[in-house]
């Protein structure tokens, strides 16, 4: 429908499949298309690993200590709330136009899912676990690996899970609001030049590249916790 359709818009408007099939052949044999998503898939892996190293880690720690919940909690979900773009502006001033600053918007975009996740994780534990934990004079580090962090393993894979798509968007804004260069700007440069079949190829990437993700999560925690999809009577 979309191809039937598509043919009888205007192309500074839309496009439809088979114009978006040509560019995208034509992109990828001169290696456009690769050289960007290398470029964009530097900033996202950098930012992203940086997020769940340090957002799972500060999620278990808040949600264990009543003190640290309640002198952290509020600003992570300020934060949270706040719309991350406007501080794009900021970050530039600080860290330049290059790689870091958008590995740093792709970090404060994806951190708070994976951080409030582990947190809410960790709160939900069933209080008789680490009763039975603490029974047999189990020490707190004990606790938390043996117990809380098997327990919280599904809240941080849905965490990854939601940073996945907030990592991807926030990819691209570093993208348009810094150095003009990857998908980003592909997407930019394309849309300013009314080349719009163009514009679709690194949109679509985009949207393949999240699934594929999302999918790489999934496949990794079924590995990780297998017992979660037996209880869910899953496969």
Do not use: H
Request: positive net charge.
């Amino acid at each position: 429908l979309w191809q039937v359709l598509g043919r009888n818009v205007n192309p500074v408007f839309g496009s439809y499949p088979s114009a978006i099939g040509v560019d995208f052949w034509e992109m990828l044999r001169s290696g456009e298309l690769l050289s960007a998503l290398l470029q964009s898939m530097q900033s996202f892996l950098a930012g992203y690993s940086l997020a769940i190293v340090v957002g799972v880690p500060l999620g278990l720690v808040i949600g264990r200590s009543r003190t640290l919940e309640a002198s952290l909690g509020v600003l992570v979900t300020a934060a949270y709330a706040m719309p991350l773009v406007a501080l794009v502006p900021l970050l530039v001033l600080w860290l330049g136009l290059g790689f870091a600053v958008k590995a740093a918007v792709v970090f404060l975009m994806s951190i708070f899912p994976v951080c409030i996740n582990t947190w809410l994780g960790v709160r939900a534990v069933p209080r008789t676990l680490i009763e039975v934990g603490k029974s047999f004079v189990a020490s707190d580090a004990t606790i938390l690996r043996r117990i809380v962090m098997p327990a919280t393993i599904p809240y941080i894979m849905a965490g990854i899970k939601l940073a996945v798509g907030r990592a991807v968007v926030a990819m691209v804004i570093a993208e348009f609001f810094t150095a003009i260069s990857g998908l980003g700007g592909i997407i930019i440069n394309a849309a300013n030049a009314f080349e719009t079949a163009r514009m679709f190829v690194p949109i679509l990437v985009l949207m393949v590249l999240a699934t594929l993700l999302n999918a790489l999560v999934g496949w990794i925690e079924r590995r990780v916790a297998p017992w979660q999809f037996e209880l869910a009577g899953r496969e």
